[in-house]
């Protein structure tokens, strides 16, 4: 294994109201789009919870006051590939207020909206399995709370990614 792997901490926040998931649309480096839960890195010196409510903020200018969780983690190992270690935290805004302003600082999210659950599949459609399929499966009931999603991950992204679950 690579010793100057990158590690990742990232915290994801869901926010549900009437049967819709709020999701974020992010423009990534290499110029691609993709759908997910907001969220984003756990800075040094913060906490999943602080970073995640900064996030939040940033991304959807909604002011989270409680969460809950974790409901589920997702480990993305791609140390025997791309050289990184993603974890994910993935908690429940209980408690928010607030309208979607979509302003991140980070030029990443620009676009928020809140999406029918039974829409969700559709909007993930070809992302990475260590995305799409926690929170399918957290929506669809099929995690237990506490749940660990665990992902090899190898090829790198000029020639592709192979994405394979693993067990904990």
Do not use: C
């Not at 969460?67 to 928010?96: C, F, I, M, N, S």
Request: charged share 25%.
């Amino acid at each position: 294994m690579p010793t100057d792997t990158h590690r990742w901490a990232v915290a994801g926040g869901i926010l549900a109201r009437d049967g819709a998931v709020l999701m974020v649309n992010n423009r990534r480096r290499n110029g691609s789009t993709d759908w997910s839960t907001p969220g984003g890195v756990v800075d040094p010196g913060e906490t999943v919870l602080g970073a995640l409510t900064r996030e939040v903020a940033e991304e959807t200018g909604l002011q989270v006051s409680a969460w809950d969780g974790p409901l589920y983690t997702v480990e993305a190992d791609g140390r025997d590939g791309p050289g990184w270690l993603l974890k994910v935290e993935v908690h429940e805004a209980q408690q928010w207020s607030g309208e979607l302003d979509v302003a991140d600082p980070d030029g990443i999210v620009f676009d928020a909206r809140w999406v029918q659950v039974g829409e969700v599949e559709e909007l993930l459609s070809g992302q990475y399995a260590w995305m799409a399929e926690p929170l399918l499966a957290y929506l669809d009931g099929g995690a237990p709370r506490g749940h660990e999603f665990r992902y090899s991950v190898t090829g790198d992204h000029r020639t592709g990614l192979v994405v394979a679950p693993t067990t904990p």
